[in-house]
């Protein structure tokens, strides 16, 4: 009786350690911009980086970064690695949309960046879309398991209708194009658009929105962009994470603050899927 309950035991923590979710996380953190006064990047920054240590993806993405920005969070989150480069040089001038990763659990088997425009390979504008705007990916390997998983990190026009349908048709060409063996595929950025519009049909189309799929209710508001407006509701929804080939176990909009701040003016998306 006691070897059949010794027995039962390891099963369900196998059961338990193989279900363990791992989380991913988008997050638009805002350009530094002084003009922003209470809400500038100096004094949100380490909030914001205490927030994301606190939540522990796995993985995340940041959109609007400067490269200042990414390396005050990589020294305030030195667990990570990061990829990607600046929207205007491909190096390091302009925003990113890079990829941040636990570089203990994953390592990156290859990573870049492509314009989000008729010529992806080199740096550009595309269609109708105001300024110049990017996809960061990286195919990751879980160095226990040797799962691989691709992940792009982007942020699309703020202006442009039409760039913004055909970034998310460029989008799904790219990973079909660089997803040649099947691996589980998840997208995440600031596609500023919602979720009754063309490019979020473009998307769903091809992937799963995380908020439609969890094995439990979302969390949080619906909204994701709160424009620094602490005291107003947040139900503009632009922010997304989607996904193939995964099961998504928790999807969480985050709306942390310290004495009526926000640490951006969006929130955080939060995802744990299943491994």
């Given at each position: 009786?006691?070897?059949?309950?010794?027995?039962?035991?390891?099963?369900?923590?196998?059961?338990?350690?193989?279900?363990?979710?791992?989380?991913?996380?988008?997050?638009?953190?805002?350009?530094?911009?002084?003009?922003?006064?209470?809400?500038?990047?100096?004094?949100?920054?380490?909030?914001?980086?205490?927030?994301?240590?606190?939540?522990?993806?796995e993985v995340f993405g940041v959109?609007?970064?400067?490269?200042?920005?990414?390396?005050?969070?990589?020294?305030?989150?030195?667990?990570?690695?990061?990829?990607?480069?600046?929207?205007?040089?491909?190096?390091?001038?302009?925003?990113?949309?890079?990829?941040?990763?636990?570089?203990?659990?994953?390592?990156?088997?290859?990573?870049?960046?492509?314009?989000?425009?008729?010529?992806?390979?080199?740096?550009?504008?595309?269609?109708?879309?105001?300024?110049?705007?990017?996809?960061?990916?990286?195919?990751?390997?879980?160095?226990?398991?040797?799962?691989?998983?691709?992940?792009?990190?982007?942020?699309?026009?703020?202006?442009?209708?039409?760039?913004?349908?055909?970034?998310?048709?460029?989008?799904?060409?790219?990973?079909?194009?660089?997803?040649?063996?099947?691996?589980?595929?998840?997208?995440?950025?600031?596609?500023?658009?919602?979720?009754?519009?063309?490019?979020?049909?473009?998307?769903?189309?091809?992937?799963?929105?995380?908020?439609?799929?969890?094995?439990?209710?979302?969390?949080?508001?619906?909204?994701?962009?709160?424009?620094?407006?602490?005291?107003?509701?947040?139900?503009?929804?632009?922010?997304?994470?989607?996904?193939?080939?995964?099961?998504?176990?928790?999807?969480?909009?985050?709306?942390?603050?310290?004495?009526c701040h926000y640490p951006s003016?969006?929130?955080?998306?939060?995802?744990?899927?299943?491994?």
């Amino acid at each position: 009786m006691k070897t059949l309950l010794f027995l039962f035991v390891l099963t369900c923590m196998s059961v338990s350690l193989h279900a363990q979710p791992h989380t991913v996380l988008t997050y638009n953190i805002r350009l530094d911009n002084p003009a922003d006064g209470d809400d500038a990047w100096p004094k949100r920054r380490d909030y914001l980086a205490g927030q994301i240590r606190f939540y522990a993806p796995e993985v995340f993405g940041v959109q609007e970064a400067l490269h200042h920005q990414l390396t005050y969070l990589a020294d305030m989150l030195p667990e990570y690695a990061w990829v990607g480069g600046g929207r205007d040089d491909g190096k390091q001038a302009g925003e990113y949309s890079a990829l941040f990763y636990q570089k203990d659990r994953f390592k990156a088997i290859s990573s870049g960046t492509f314009w989000l425009s008729e010529t992806p390979d080199k740096p550009s504008k595309g269609w109708d879309a105001a300024l110049n705007r990017v996809c960061t990916y990286a195919l990751l390997q879980d160095k226990k398991t040797k799962q691989k998983t691709w992940v792009f990190n982007t942020h699309f026009d703020h202006m442009g209708k039409e760039a913004r349908k055909r970034s998310a048709e460029l989008i799904v060409q790219k990973s079909k194009e660089f997803n040649t063996d099947g691996y589980p595929v998840i997208v995440m950025g600031d596609l500023n658009a919602h979720p009754d519009e063309a490019p979020i049909e473009v998307m769903k189309n091809a992937y799963t929105d995380a908020r439609d799929s969890g094995a439990e209710p979302p969390f949080g508001p619906t909204g994701t962009f709160n424009g620094f407006n602490f005291h107003d509701p947040v139900t503009r929804r632009i922010d997304y994470v989607f996904f193939k080939g995964l099961k998504v176990k928790q999807y969480a909009v985050l709306s942390d603050s310290k004495d009526c701040h926000y640490p951006s003016d969006h929130l955080p998306v939060l995802v744990r899927f299943f491994e």
